[in-house]
T-cell receptor, first 111, second 117 residues
Framework: LAKTTQPISMDSYEGQEVNITCSHNNIATNDYITWYQQFPSQGPRFIIQGYKTKVTNEVASLFIPADRKSSTLSLPRVSLSDTAVYYCLVMIYNQGGKLIFGQGTELSVKP | NAGVTQTPKFQVLKTGQSMTLQCAQDMNHNSMYWYRQDPGMGLRLIYYSASEGTTDKGEVPNGYNVSRLNKREFSLRLESAAPSQTSVYFC????????????????FGSGTRLTVV
């Protein structure tokens, strides 16, 4: 199974752009890269998902290089409410789309 | 509101007792999942159901059983609870299918906080 590696924690300030990079060296051809956000005492919330190149939605952008061995989640102009744990995941497409979670990155946004 | 509903929200069990955690989704999703989350850790997959009528083991299935009752409902049963099963349990669903739209990912419930004493 593809394992992901991401920084354990990051600090930022309000209004800054935050980039969280994740490595997934063993990603399979049919698998997708997906990111989730989790606040304390809540279930994770889907942020964005992609296969290759760049994906953008109203919340974030996801950059995936051609070799797909890494990806970068970009959060534009973060606010205090973006303080959360961010999980980089590989969605295993041919096994019911199951997700295997790692430790995640604890992002702290300061005023 | 559409989403994933888990019951109960809180539960305290004595060692050896049994209970069933209920999960229901109203989004017509094909796939459903059960995870547990221990303090300071990420989520670990217990069981999943890729479609109605199928179930498969995840990373930590020992001590648990599941039932995909119909497309909406996926229950998790602890036959003989142990203190090691003290955790927060999350149910999730997704519309994952071979040729489906993958834009929306999983939808998680709000969790069941289980304490086994």
């Amino acid at each position: 199974l593809a394992k992901t590696t991401q920084p354990i924690s990051m600090d930022s300030y309000e209004g800054q752009e935050v980039n969280i990079t994740c490595s997934h060296n063993n990603i399979a051809t049919n698998d997708y890269i997906t990111w989730y956000q989790q606040f304390p005492s809540q279930g994770p919330r889907f942020i964005i998902q992609g296969y290759k190149t760049k994906v953008t939605n109203e919340v974030a952008s996801l950059f995936i290089p051609a070799d797909r061995k890494s990806s970068t989640l970009s959060l534009p102009r973060v606010s205090l409410s973006d303080t959360a744990v961010y999980y980089c995941l590989v969605m295993i497409y041919n096994q019911g789309g199951k997700l295997i979670f790692g430790q995640g990155t604890e992002l702290s946004v300061k005023p | 509101n559409a989403g994933v509903t888990q019951t109960p929200k809180f539960q305290v069990l004595k060692t050896g007792q049994s209970m069933t955690l209920q999960c229901a989704q109203d989004m017509n999703h094909n796939s459903m999942y059960w995870y547990r989350q221990d303090p300071g850790m990420g989520l670990r997959l217990i069981y999943y159901s890729a479609s109605e009528g199928t179930t498969d083991k995840g990373e930590v299935p020992n001590g648990y059983n599941v039932s995909r009752l119909n497309k909406r409902e996926f229950s998790l049963r602890l036959e003989s609870a142990a203190p090691s099963q003290t955790s927060v349990y999350f149910c999730a669903s997704s519309e994952h299918k071979v040729s489906g739209d993958l834009r929306y990912g999983y939808t998680f419930g709000s969790g069941t906080r289980l304490t086994v004493v």
